[in-house]
C-alpha cells in the first residue's frame, strides 16, 4: 500500500465541516452573524405557537445532543500511520452516520413541528437524513471494503466520500426555510449550546425574557 498523505487521509474529507453543515441545516439554525442574509419574511409566531415550536426543537436537540458533540472531537491523522489514520476517519464518518439515525428517531418521536405544514417538514426532513445516512454507510463500507481488500482502490473510494459530503448541503440546506423553526432554535437552550458549538463565531442569541 502506497503511503498516503494527511491530506489524502483526512484534510479532504472535511470532517468538522460535514458535521456542523449537518447540524445547521437540520435545525434550520444558519449563521446568525452572516449580516447579509435576507430578513425573515415570515410574520412572528404568537406566543403559544412559538412556545410550542421552542419546545419542539428543544426536543430534538436535547435528545442529539450526545451524538452531535461527540463530533466536536476529531480524529487527528497520524503520517506515520496511514492505514490508522483512514479507520480513524471512518471511524468518525460512523459517528456521523448515528447521529443522523439519532436525529431521525428524535424527529419522529417529537411529530410535527407545531408551525405551518408542519408535517410536510418532518416527512422532507426525515427523508433527507435517511437519504444523507444512507449516503456515508454506503462510502463508509466501500472504504472499508478497498483498504481491507485492494488499498489501490482506496484513494477512489476516499475521493468519493469527498464528493458526497459536498453534495449534501444541497437537499439539506434547503430545510432551513422555516423561519418559524429558525427562530425557535434561538430559543431553545440546547440548540442555542449546539450552535455556539459548531459556530464559535456566530453572535449568541438573547435568552427569553
Known sequence: MRQLSVVEVSGRVRLPVMAATVWFALTGCSDKS???SAPNSSPPSSGTSGDAAVAWMERVCHATEGDFLKLTVTPEPDPSDPVGSVND???YIGS???ALGTMTQAMRDAGPPPVANGDQFLQGSIAALESAKKMLDEDRAAAQKALAENPAWLEQAMNKIVT???????PLASLDANKELDAASEKAPTCRKLEQTF????????PPS
Open 199 to 206: 459556530n464559535p463565531s456566530s453572535t449568541p442569541a438573547a
Open 96 to 98: 456521523m452516520s448515528t
Open 164 to 170: 458526497d459530503m459536498d453534495a449534501i448541503d444541497d
Open 89 to 91: 476517519v471512518l471511524d
Open 34 to 36: 452572516d449580516s447579509g
